[in-house]
């Protein structure tokens, strides 16, 4: 396979991944808004932050509201890390590698394509179109890699596909960790701290795993009990230890090369060996930077194993 393919089908699995994952994470901050009291302050910004483009905003909108960082977030060009951004790169790429995947995944995306160009504006006028928008958006981006699952043959290239999903799929969960989680435990003493089990629920719903918490873990929806779920649960496909367990099982597939299996396995040891009990007495913040830069240097070294020549 050419590198230039394999390369675009790396980054198709990331954006699709991106996307969803951006309609997810505002989806539930507005749904997490309305559990709690109207006294308690709660702003948007944090959505902002999990994407890492705080600085970004700042530069380009006058003021933090709530209407122009969801505009940020899923309508602005510019924002490399918005729902249009994510989708239209997606779209670009399929565009050049469409013999590599069933005709019915370039239908779909252009459908969700054209759903976000057609509603996107008017989802904005109101916080119910919005989330009816936004639920649209997830369900198409899981039909659309569904389909990839069901229908395109697990060749060489599927393989770049799933790698580059579950590398975003990991690097989310830990951005999403890393900003909710700061908040909740900074606000301990304070107005939020009634309501933080509300917020922790919040933050598995964000990665859709709520349920699956329930099931694996025997015990209260708390910091230790989430976070030991999100980052080390080898079962839940969200969780950073399930996304570097199946990067782990597929680079075997691809043409031998230890530097991105060296990187992978540094960081599985980084993440599975984190004592959540102490990190959340102080320290969060910096494992999950550690975590980030590992992260990259996975991205890193998969780039120059297979996309440079």
């Known amino acids: 396979m050419l590198s230039r393919v394999a390369d675009n089908l790396y980054w198709f699995g990331r954006y699709l991944q991106r996307a969803e994952n951006t309609a997810r994470i505002v ?3 507005g749904h997490l808004i309305f559990d709690l009291p109207r006294q308690v302050e709660f702003g948007w910004l944090p959505l902002v ?18 209407a122009n960082i969801m505009r940020f977030l899923l309508l602005d060009e510019q924002n490399s890390g918005s729902i249009l951004s994510s989708l239209h790169h997606a779209r670009e790429i399929l565009r050049t590698i469409r013999e ?8 779909r995306l ?3 394509h054209y759903l976000l160009v057609e509603k996107g504006e008017k989802s904005l006028t109101s916080r119910s179109k919005r989330q009816d928008f936004l639920t649209q958006m997830i369900d198409g981006a899981l039909l659309i890699y569904g ?3 069901a229908n395109m043959s697990q060749d060489v290239g599927f393989q770049f596909l799933r790698l580059g999903t579950n590398l975003e799929q990991a690097d989310m969960t830990t951005r999403i960790i890393d900003v909710r989680s700061s908040s909740l ?3 301990a003493s304070g107005d939020l701290a009634p309501f933080q089990n509300i917020q922790w629920m919040g933050v598995l ?4 795993g709520y349920q699956m ?11 230790p009990n989430v976070l030991r779920f999100l980052l080390q649960n080898r079962e839940f496909p969200r969780s950073v230890t399930y996304c570097l367990n199946m990067i782990a099982t597929t680079l075997p597939k691809l043409p031998p090369d230890r530097r991105p299996q060296r990187s992978v396995e540094r960081l599985r040891a980084l993440v599975m060996d984190a004592n959540i009990d102490r990190l959340m007495e102080g320290g969060l913040s910096e494992v999950m930077d550690e975590i980030q830069v590992g992260i990259a240097q996975v991205h890193e070294a998969v780039s120059t194993a297979y996309f440079k020549v």
């Open 27 to 29: 989806n539930v901050h």
């Open 49 to 66: 932050q999990i994407l890492g483009a705080e600085e970004e905003y700042r530069e380009r909108y006058p003021d933090v509201s709530e």
């Open 100 to 107: 590599c995947m069933p005709r019915e995944i370039w239908e």
């Open 110 to 112: 252009n459908d969700l």
């Open 147 to 149: 389909m990839l699952t």
């Open 185 to 187: 435990i900074k606000s």
């Open 205 to 208: 719903r964000s990665l859709m």
């Open 213 to 223: 918490f329930r099931r694996h873990i025997r015990g209260r929806v708390n910091g």
